[in-house]
């Protein structure tokens, strides 16, 4: 059975920082693709950022130079360091795991407000 727990979300005030975790079970996790996505009410889910087995990171331009994406294979854990949060990152922020199949976690609430 395929898990990927997110944890990590919450409240912060803008130009604030938040870690967002998530932890893997049931894949092999080293040779997967794993990526964070985030959703607002009424629009599509939109990439984050995402990281390769091979450590190759790509990022959404709106979050460029403020968000870092990392990952600990012998933790089965992959990160999203956030920086410099602004009200328009509010939203639900998804693991996904991507390999010959796709996976996703149940998704966290990051609220940027003052």
């Known amino acids: 059975q395929v898990q990927l727990v997110e944890s990590g979300g919450g409240l912060v005030q803008p130009g604030g920082s938040l870690t967002l975790s998530c932890a893997a079970s049931?894949?092999?996790?080293?040779?997967?693709?794993m990526g964070w996505y985030r959703q607002v009410p009424g629009k599509q889910r939109e990439l984050v950022a995402s990281?390769?087995?091979?450590?190759?990171?790509n990022y959404a331009d709106s979050v460029k130079g403020r968000f870092t994406i990392s990952r600990d294979d012998g933790k089965n854990t992959v990160y999203l360091q956030m920086n410099s949060l602004k009200p328009e990152d509010t939203a639900v922020y998804y693991c996904?795991?991507?390999?010959?199949?796709?996976?996703w976690g149940q998704g966290t609430q990051v609220t940027v407000s003052s």
């Open positions: 049931g894949i092999k996790f080293s040779i997967y693709t």
């Open positions: 996904n795991g991507r390999r010959l199949a796709n996976y």
């Open positions: 990281i390769t087995s091979v450590l190759t990171t």
